[in-house]
């Protein structure tokens, strides 16, 4: 007999679990409700010609391809397959793939729907996507991406509000973060200084791995990219540039001098820093310049969440990106956006304890089943209580009672109902507090209003 089993990187979700993630998502939605984000959706698949080409080389070879219908030998002669080129046949095989992250199909949803839309325009998107990683600790093939993103507008504004919506999101949580913040314009003025402006995308991708790999590797990349032995020399000092944000933002107009682009996005980093002064935002705010964001279509600003206390890696992260729409036709609309990683996030809540008693929803009120005529008298009176607002459940045979008041354990349903002749005659419930033990005689209007005055059942 074939042993059940799940594809590595993917995890299956109990009840308990659901309601957690639901915490996580609700939570998230409100936020981004606050701030006048509206909600899309796309769809799983996109075609690969949407998909590739788009995330670099690395992000191409992570894409999960989907083969065609029928017969996806079809048009691929004999002497391809025995070249085994796995691009080629891809071409050919696979026309569609499942989407890698939520910006690029939000990006061809804009192109698409461009005259339907007003601009800027905000939306969030709470979706899974999928990547063909090695899993691992806070790394999985499915996961959920939350989005918030603002397009059609070049304001610095919208990164300033997209930092206030991230502390705000994390604020709820309860969760300590780092939240670190660069420049991709600051990262091509490095480039250009030490030589190497046309190295730009293989620079980012190495200095992006420095937290996992660690420098010596880093720099063992780069030298494999071609980088010159001056150029990497060169590039020391400016990734581990130390002191307070202002110090290090003095420190680089120094050093980007000759460079305007990266002046550019000094004078950027500058600029929301200083707006984000004005408020008092429960976060860590730290300029790192190590921070890369490997995805090649970031263009300004970039993000990037670390929890203080979890060993694991950003749990949000996102950037401004002026060209993306470009790809698909559409010139001159600029983007920026935040994604919030909401499985790591679970992950954090769950090993910190974080989430409170009302977030696991369960049933309030369970009705013990003895009988027929019982549960025929009860199904009036659920309903009833139901219109109140109060989750209810009926047993839906009648067991043995140590069965059914198992389940409730099980279940952590904190409230049991118990209607036998004597309750009918009176129009009575006998009602049990599992936590306690103690039981009350009450009519149904006494029960709501127990429900409706005491939260903590709820």
């Known amino acids: 007999m074939q042993k059940p089993s799940i594809p590595k990187g993917t995890r299956d979700f109990s009840p308990e679990e659901m309601a957690k993630r639901n915490y996580i998502f609700n939570t998230i939605r409100d936020v981004f409700h606050l701030y006048g984000y509206q909600q899309i959706e796309t769809p799983a698949m996109e075609n690969l010609s949407t998909l590739m080409?788009?995330?670099?080389?690395?992000?191409?070879?992570?894409?999960?391809?989907?083969?065609?219908?029928?017969?996806?030998?079809?048009?691929?002669?004999?002497?391809?397959?025995?070249?085994r080129n796995p691009q080629k046949f891809t071409m050919k095989a696979s026309e569609k793939g499942l989407r890698y992250d939520l910006t690029v199909p939000f990006a061809r949803y804009v192109v698409q729907r461009r005259n339907e839309i007003s601009f800027p325009f905000k939306r969030y998107q709470i979706q899974p996507v999928w990547r063909a990683d090695r899993p691992q600790k806070g790394r999985y093939r499915e996961f959920y991406q939350c989005d918030v993103d603002v397009i059609g507008s070049d304001s610095l504004m919208n990164e300033?509000?997209?930092?206030?919506?991230?502390?705000?999101?994390?604020?709820?949580?309860?969760?300590?973060?780092?939240?670190?913040?660069?420049?991709?314009k600051?990262?091509?003025?490095?480039a250009e200084i030490i030589g190497e402006p046309e190295k730009i995308i293989d620079i980012t991708v190495a200095i992006d791995k420095l937290d996992k790999i660690g420098l010596d590797h880093v720099n063992e990349e780069l030298r494999s990219k071609g980088l010159s032995e001056k150029a990497i020399y060169d590039l020391q000092p400016i990734i581990r540039l130390e002191g307070n944000n202002q110090e290090k933002i003095a420190k680089l107009r120094h050093i980007l001098l000759s460079s305007g682009i990266g002046l550019k996005g000094v004078d950027e980093v500058a600029f929301i820093l200083k707006k984000l002064?004005?408020?008092?935002?429960?976060?860590?705010?730290?300029?790192?310049?190590?921070?890369?964001?490997?995805?090649?279509?970031?263009?300004?600003?970039?993000f990037e969440v670390k929890a203080a206390e979890v060993q694991i890696g950003s749990i949000t992260g996102g950037g401004r990106y002026d060209n993306l729409t470009g790809v698909f036709g559409m010139e001159g609309v600029s983007g920026v956006g935040i994604s919030f990683g909401a499985d790591r996030i679970f992950d954090v809540l769950n090993q910190l304890e974080l989430y409170p008693s009302d977030?696991?929803?369960?049933?309030?009120?369970?009705?013990?089943?003895?009988?027929?005529k019982e549960a025929d008298y009860l199904l009036p009176v659920l309903?009833?209580?139901?219109?109140?607002?109060?989750?209810?459940?009926?047993y839906p045979e009648p067991?043995?009672?140590?069965?059914?008041?198992?389940?409730?354990?099980?279940?952590?349903?904190?409230?049991?109902a118990l209607v036998g002749e004597n309750e009918m005659a009176e129009k009575k419930i006998n009602l049990k507090n599992m936590v306690t033990g103690e039981q009350f005689l009450v009519t149904i209007d006494e029960l709501v209003k127990c429900f409706v005055a005491d939260k903590t059942t709820t």
């Open 186 to 190: 600051i990262l091509s003025g490095i």
């Open 383 to 394: 309903s009833e209580i139901r219109a109140a607002g109060i989750r209810t459940e009926l």
């Open 359 to 372: 977030s696991l929803i369960t049933s309030q009120l369970l009705f013990v089943n003895f009988g027929e």
């Open 399 to 416: 067991a043995k009672m140590k069965k059914q008041m198992g389940y409730a354990d099980a279940k952590k349903i904190p409230f049991v």
């Open 277 to 302: 002064k004005t408020i008092d935002l429960p976060l860590t705010l730290e300029l790192d310049l190590t921070l890369a964001r490997g995805l090649n279509y970031y263009t300004g600003a970039i």
């Open 160 to 184: 300033v509000e997209l930092i206030q919506i991230t502390s705000e999101v994390f604020r709820r949580f309860g969760i300590r973060t780092t939240f670190k913040i660069n420049n991709r």
């Open 53 to 83: 080409g788009k995330y670099g080389e690395e992000g191409d070879k992570l894409l999960f391809k989907i083969l065609n219908s029928g017969d996806f030998f079809n048009g691929i002669t004999d002497e391809e397959l025995l070249t």
